[in-house]
């Protein structure tokens, strides 16, 4: 027979109180990890980081920061490429300088280094944070040189665009590209001597054709691909997006 008396009562007590704790602590360990919202949400959390898209060869994820929220970067000892959405704060390393990152800029991170992120602005951060699940001992080369790191996109004798060269090792590449409103570009992957595999970055909202699908991207969304041809246009405003390009030999 159950009995309601003095101990029963502060047992119940001791249990809501426990539930009430853990629930709590549930609370922080999401604003702490990766609470569930959509982009430019924060949720409430001063740090959120949410996984877009996964397949062999990718994991992406978006990173949130509200006004002077910092984060490490977590990447598993895979090299990483971050995508900065917004003015950002990087610190490529321990004991490195912080760098001003800008909407756009790319940078590589070795899979045995240090990353963090801050966010000094008044407004919300964002960053996408790729986790490359491929990895070779050749040296990741940036490119130096403006005059031969950027080419321009010439459509008869007009310059509709650029497309610049970020850095490469031989079988992890990254490009920017950028095409005037009106503009159209079509970019051919294939080689002979491997397998590549594409993760597409929309800086813009933009449309994008994927050996023959169509796909209509928002500004921060990836897409990942096989395709030897994609055709971008700006039909409704300027476009900006990043390709990542893993070849794997035969």
């Known amino acids: ?34 609470p569930k919202a959509a982009p430019g949400d924060m949720t409430g959390a001063p740090v959120s980081r949410r996984p877009l898209d996964e397949n062999p060869h990718y994991l992406v994820s978006r990173v949130e920061l509200v006004h002077g929220a910092e984060t490490q970067i977590q990447h598993e000892n895979r090299d990483l490429v971050i995508v900065a959405l917004t003015d950002a704060t990087l610190t490529p390393s321990k004991g490195a300088d912080a760098e001003t990152l800008k909407s756009g800029d790319v940078r590589f991170i070795a899979r045995d280094a240090y990353a963090k992120i801050l966010n000094s602005q008044d407004k919300p951060a964002e960053a996408l944070a790729i986790e490359l699940k491929h990895h070779w001992d050749a040296e990741m080369r940036p490119c130096t040189e403006p005059m031969k790191c950027t080419r321009p996109i010439r459509m008869g004798s007009d310059e509709i665009g650029e497309t610049t060269s970020l850095f490469t090792n031989g079988f992890i590449t990254a490009y920017s590209h950028r095409l005037v409103l009106g503009g159209t570009l079509t970019s051919s992957y294939f080689s002979s001597k491997g397998k590549d595999h594409l993760l597409l ?20 969304q990836v897409y990942t691909s096989e395709a030897t041809e994609i055709e971008v246009d700006a039909d409704q405003n300027e476009a900006r997006w990043v390709v990542v390009r893993i070849e794997i030999p035969k």
């Open 1 to 34: 027979m159950l009995r309601s008396g003095p101990s029963f009562r502060r047992l119940l007590v001791c249990g809501i109180l426990i539930t009430a704790l853990t629930g709590a602590f549930d609370e922080v360990v999401q604003a702490q990890g990766q």
């Open 201 to 220: 970055v929309a800086l813009t909202d933009l449309r994008a054709v994927f050996d023959g699908t169509e796909e209509n991207l928002k500004r921060g």
